[in-house]
Every structure is written in C-alpha cells, then in structure tokens.
C-alpha cells in the first residue's frame, strides 16, 4: 500500500471541500466509530460460528470450520481495523481517485485503468490456487458485511471527507496499479537512454554500471534521442512521487539446527517498505480446515505473505527481476482503443478517456512530434501476477517438494524466499515471472518489431536457488544473488552488498544463534560504509582544510556504528552527504547530474573513489569533511561531545488527513530518534536525516516452538486512532524490542484480551 501517502494531499483542503464539522471534537467521533471487537455480532453469509481472539497486541487469531468462512472472517476482521485504509487502495487499483481528489487525478485514474489486467480470467484464478476465487470471494463479502454493518458509523476519515466507502468485487483483489513500481524498470530504461545520448554508453555505464558488467548500446538504426523520464512520467505518477531507486530493500536469513541453540531451524525476516500510518502490514492467525497459518500480509488482501504455518515459515525481500521492457512503436501503428468515462470531483460530467494498446500493451506515452507511442511490455499482463496472491499457495506449503509447485505460482513481486521446515531444512528461491530476452538486455529501450519479443518465461527449476547449503545458513537483502556462472538473465539493477555483507559477517562465525540473537541482528547498525571511507580518509596525509582536524579524529577513532547517541555517526552521516553531493557536481558532467544523483549509490561512488589518483581524492575527502564539521557546529552546537545522530535521524507518522492541529494531534505520531541508515542491517532509510523507509515489520520464528516466535510491528494494527491499538505498538518498535507471536491454541488464549463471536444471521 505505498500509494496511501500519495492519495491524500493538502490539496484535499480545495479537491474535497471543507472538512466536515460537528459538535463533537474529533476525537470523540472516532472513539464512536471504533469498531465492536468483543461480544457478538450476527451476519449474513457465515454458515457456522467463528471465534476472533484478540490478543494484547491486537492480533486476530481467527478461527471457522469451513475456508469459506474462514475468509469471510478475515475480510470482515481487516475491514474492522483498515477500512478506509483498504478502501483507498481499491480506489488508487480501480482508478477511481480523481472522484475524490479531484482533477490533478485524473491521469493516475487513466494508467490504473491501462493497467488492468484484460487477459483470461480462467488462468487468472487459478494461477494463484485451485480455490484462489473462493477465497477472494468469501474475504470481499466479509469487507462488504462490515461496511454494510457498519454504515451509521463509518471510520472518522469517511466522516471528514463527506464520503463512504464502495463495495468490493472479487476482481478488487487483483488489481495490478502497485504492480507498475513492484516489476521496475521502465524508469531505470528512460534514464539510460536520456545517459547514453548525453554522455556516451561508456561514461553511462561507468557512472551508473549494470550488474553483471553489460555494454550499453542502442539497437542499430535505432535512435534514443527524445527518450527520458518524461515518457514514463505518467507511468510513475500512478504510484505517486516515488524514486524507482532499490534503497528500501529488505532482510532476510535463516540457519538450520547445526547454527541454533535449539538444534531446529530459525528464520528471520524484516522487508523493508515505507513506514508509514495506517501500516502497510496486517497481522492476523488464520485457523480453519487445510489452515493455520500466521504472520503478516497487506489488509486489502486475502492470505498471509509472510509467516509460518504448522511446518514451515517462509519469508522474503525483492529480489529485482526486470519484468517490464519499453518498446517504441508508430505512433500510426495498430492500436486498440478502450473509452472509459472517469467521474471528477467538482464535475458535473464525466471526463471521457482513450486507453490505448498495441499487441505489446499499454500505450503510455505519445510523442506528437518524432510520431513515436511508448508501450509497456510488463508481467502485469500476464495471468496470476496480482501481487502476493501466489502467498495463497505458499501459505500452505508443507514440504520443500510443495514449496517449490508454489514458487511457480510466485510470480509478483519478485522475491528471495527463504524456507525452513520443523524437520530441519532449510531453503531459498528467487521466485518471480522472469522473461527470457533472447538477444537484448532489457537495459534500454528497443524498436517495435519481432526481433525483441519475449521467448516465454523462466521455469523454476532453472531460478537461482539452494536446499541445505553446506553453509547451514542463507542470507539475501536485495543484493546481486546470481550463481557464479549463472547463464539466464534475472537483471542488472540490485541493492550495494552492504547489508548482506554485515548480516554474513555475523552468521558465518559459526555460534550457537538464538532467537534473541537474531533481534540484535536486525537491529545492527554496524556501517560497513563507514569502514570504507575512513579506510580512505587514513590513507590521506594529515592536516586539511582548517577545522577538520578534530572531525577528523573523531571518525578515525569511531567504531563505526551509527547509534543514535553517537556524535560520530551525526558528524559522518552529514559527512557522506557532502561527500555525495560534491562528487556529483565535480565528477559528473551538469547535463547527467539531476538523473545520476538519482540513481548513483554509495558503491559506485566509492568504487569510482577508489580509481581516482590518490591526490584529487584526498582533496574530495578533507575538503567535504571540513563543509561537514562547519555544518555539524551549525546545526548541532560548538560542543562535540553534545553531538548525536538522534537529534538530526528521526521518523514522524504522518496522516493524509491531519490538516490542521486539531487533526494532527488524533492522527500524527513522533518524532522517534532513530539509529542506523539506508545501508546498515537495522534500516533506517531516508531523504534529509528523516526515516521514511525501512522494516515496520519484523519477524523471527523458532522452529523447535512456534510460540518462542516474536515480531515488531509499527504503529499499530488498528488504522482508527481512538483505537487502543493504532499507536500501542510504536514504542516497542522505537527501542527495537519485540513482541510473542503466540501459535497454539493454549498460548493464544493465554494472551487474549478481547474474544469476538461471529455467528450466522
């Protein structure tokens, strides 16, 4: 749900009118619109009672007698907590925004509609499970159940907008809009070719180079003028302002018994997305026939992602597979041409839309004056690639054998999925629908033409994967996973190692891990860019520019570690940020500047360091450096000792809808100081010293006692602040300390505090 940040601006002060006003404080109406979580509630479309036990963290442990109302359940559950949350994601996925937001949305609503999926419906369904349609059936009628049980009390956020929520379909569940920025990289192919025709293929490749090394070079006779971020522009727009940057990234590492304390198979996973309030995560425990399954998913969808059930845990973090190709075709070219009417707020009519596609797909840019249409290639239009619907198969796994029939259900997003099982065993897939180029990269954009057409897609078999390494551990954050030798093309763009490399340092040492271990683990902040530059930073001769000196020392006797009350790690991280910003405008010509101090990172800058004559890189060290004590005495105080990395790095939940004090003070959490960085285990990532990125959700789960398992969550379950459980969970994530995930029957109950009977009308 990375778009819900998007979909509520300040413009809603002119796109939605006035907020409504009542007599009642604000508070006091979402405190009576909280939902009922306790006692009984009768409704229409269950067959047999079903218990909710709400546990002290706000978890829903549900349990039914039968899938279907199981389902049911959950819908019905998750409305309760995220209803206006889910109801916006069905909005943003149907391209329906621009009727609440106004006119500046009616380009979104287009591509979300370009976007959809139009293929067989049959394949659809049945790509995710055998019963992927009954249960997407049953969870939509248990969201309708509650908006039609609720609807004298809607959340406070329909209320303030004057608006209610829609009904959902089946189909709401496989909306494809967050699939355009989960398959990248259209952005990524602008970009290098807008590089290529500026600098050259060479000097784009080395400023920003593919990984595995590939040589960039346009298709013969085939021109790149004219192509950058503008023919994708529309295409980004759809997911918001979002950098098509791999900076989130995630964590994930399991050992088998020879490595844990218990001599069963721990697993750790902390994905890293926007942190944000309402959060992108939804805990619940699913109990049913051929279901017991826990752990975390999004709310607007059926399942569980991430989690355990009663053998196996599984976990993940992206892995980059290119699912997306930009053609360019005739603008005269053959073309289908769906019309489709969008209602506008502040409009008495409709606006009427063209929706184009060529045999390729999506017409997303047309450029008039070279006569050229832009058409997305991407997954999306393929059968079962609605994201995370393949966790309905994964969610039931019980064996490697089974795990695997479910990676080839896997399809978006494309993720390294770890696996443990309570014999023992452990595992690892980089699953996703990955199409085979014969004869070109993916890297640029290529003509219209049968030369470049995708030769099917990679089976399962032939991905990147491991059973019982000899290791008896497995570790990926984003980083380039390919075999030495590996012959297929997954893609060429992956997080720096930084991550991977320091979680690896930890596990090959080889002790007796425990699941308080692997707490500290995902909370290091260990900076391995900072081992580098100050490695650096000692080769250069003492002395430098005047005030340096005792910056200086201060980062040459630090151990590295980026805790919020280090004065080092505020002295280094205002450091690394001139350091990045004087490369860029001394090293790269001004015409490539704005895109590669995008899409640079901190490993190509210190690689590109590393090869420069000793003499003009020493100058780039003490000279950034001194700009950064200057900046640091400035901002921080003369004192150093006073200095701290918690008083610049920090992280505030920011509502959509709180405009004004009043509505700040019921939805707005923080500031919490926050330790660590986009490149440490424990990350903290974000623009200017402030976290907006990172793990809202973490998880460790023991195998030799699935109640020994623990998770962090933030801010809370519930999206209605009045409820005790929107904020309850954010200081225990903001001082890195964890919660039980309890599993059977007996240690649910013991930690209940709120029991919901669900019984047939």
């Given amino acids: 749900m990375k778009q819900l940040t998007l979909l509520m601006t300040l413009t809603l002060v002119g796109g939605c009118g006035r907020v409504a006003t009542t007599g009642f404080s604000h508070q006091e109406r979402a405190r009576a619109a909280l939902a009922q979580t306790q006692g009984t509630i009768r409704l229409q479309g269950l067959s047999k009672p079903v218990e909710v036990l709400r546990d002290t963290w706000g978890v829903p442990h549900i349990y039914a007698q039968s899938a279907g109302d199981l389902f049911f359940a959950q819908g019905f559950v998750a409305a309760q907590d995220r209803l206006f949350q889910i109801d916006m994601w069905r909005r943003a996925g149907r391209g329906e925004l621009a009727e609440l937001l106004g006119e500046s949305y009616i380009e979104r609503d287009r591509i979300a509609r370009l976007a959809r999926y139009r293929g067989d419906m049959a394949a659809e369904w049945a790509s ?93 006779g085939f021109p790149l003028d004219g192509i950058d971020s503008s023919v994708v522009r529309s295409l980004t727009a759809a997911s918001g302002p979002v950098r098509f940057d791999t900076e989130p990234g995630s964590n994930n590492w399991v050992v088998d018994g020879t490595l844990s304390a218990t001599g069963k198979p721990i697993l750790a996973n902390d994905p890293h997305r926007a942190v944000r309030v309402p959060s992108l995560r939804y805990l619940t425990h699913l109990v049913g026939p051929g279901w017991n399954v826990i752990g975390s998913g999004e709310p607007a969808l059926p399942g569980v992602a991430l989690g355990h059930n009663e053998r196996v845990a599984f976990g993940f973090t992206i892995v980059g597979i290119d699912q997306q190709d930009i053609y360019v075709d005739k603008l005269d070219a053959p073309m289908r041409v769906e019309r489709e009417k969008i209602r506008v707020k502040g409009r008495a009519e409709p606006v009427e839309v063209e929706l184009k596609f060529t045999a390729r797909g999506p017409v997303i840019h047309e450029d008039a004056v070279r006569r050229r249409a832009f058409v997305l290639r991407w997954v999306g239009s393929e059968p079962g690639t609605a994201g995370y619907l393949g966790s309905l198969s994964l969610a039931r796994a019980g064996d490697w054998q089974q795990f695997l029939a479910a990676m080839a259900r896997w399809k978006v997003p494309s993720e390294n999925i770890i696996y443990a099982d309570v014999d023992g065993n452990i595992g690892w897939v980089a699953a996703g629908l990955t199409p085979i180029r014969k004869n070109w990269s993916g890297l640029l954009p290529v003509p219209a033409g049968s030369a470049y057409e995708w030769s099917g897609f990679l089976p399962v078999s032939e991905h990147p994967q491991r059973f019982n390494p000899p290791e008896h551990y497995i570790a990926t954050a984003n980083h380039n996973i390919l075999p030495k030798g590996y012959r297929h093309q997954l893609g060429y763009e992956w997080n720096p190692a930084f991550r991977f490399r320091r979680a690896d340092e930890v596990l090959r040492a080889g002790k007796k891990f425990t699941v308080e271990d692997f707490q500290r683990l995902q909370h290091d902040e260990t900076s391995l860019v900072a081992r580098e530059l100050i490695a650096l930073l000692k080769q250069a001769p003492p002395g430098g520019p005047a005030g340096s000196t005792e910056a200086r020392r201060m980062l040459e006797t630090w151990d590295g570690v980026l805790s919020r009350n280090s004065g080092a790690a505020a002295l280094f991280q205002i450091w690394q940020r001139q350091l990045s910003g004087r490369f860029v405008q001394t090293r790269v010509p001004a015409e490539a500047q704005d895109v590669l101090g995008r899409r640079m990172n901190h490993r190509h800058i210190l690689d590109l360091l590393t090869k420069e004559p000793a003499g003009a890189r020493n100058a780039l060290l003490s000279d950034s450096l001194a700009e950064a004590a200057a900046e640091a005495r400035r901002t921080l105080g003369e004192d150093l000792s006073a200095w701290r990395w918690g008083a610049l790095h920090h992280i505030r939940f920011h509502h959509p809808l709180a405009l004004d004090d009043d509505l700040r003070r019921l939805f707005d959490l923080g500031p919490v100081e926050r330790g660590g960085d986009s490149n440490t285990v424990n990350n903290t990532g974000g623009g200017g010293f402030r976290q907006t990125s990172g793990a809202s959700y973490r998880q460790i789960f023991d195998l030799a006692d699935w109640d020994r398992s623990v998770v962090t969550s933030v801010p809370g379950q519930s999206g209605q602040p009045a409820s005790p459980h929107y904020a309850d969970l954010l200081p225990l994530w903001g001082e890195g300390k964890y919660f039980p995930l309890p599993y059977t029957r007996a240690a649910v109950e013991k930690h209940t505090k709120q029991k919901l009977l669900l019984e047939p009308k």
């Fill in 128 to 220: 995710y499970a055998p019963d992927a349609r009954a249960i997407a059936e049953a969870f939509v009628r248990g969201i309708n159940a509650y908006i039609q049980y609720s609807a004298d009390r809607l959340p406070i956020e329909f209320q303030l907008l004057g608006v209610r929520p829609g009904l959902w379909t089946p189909e709401d569940c496989l909306l494809r809009v967050t699939g355009l920025e989960m398959t990248r990289n259209a952005a990524s192919e602008a970009d290098r070719a807008f590089l290529v025709t500026r600098l050259g293929p060479e000097s784009a490749a080395r400023f920003w180079p593919p990984d595995p090394l590939t040589k960039l070079e346009a298709r013969p």
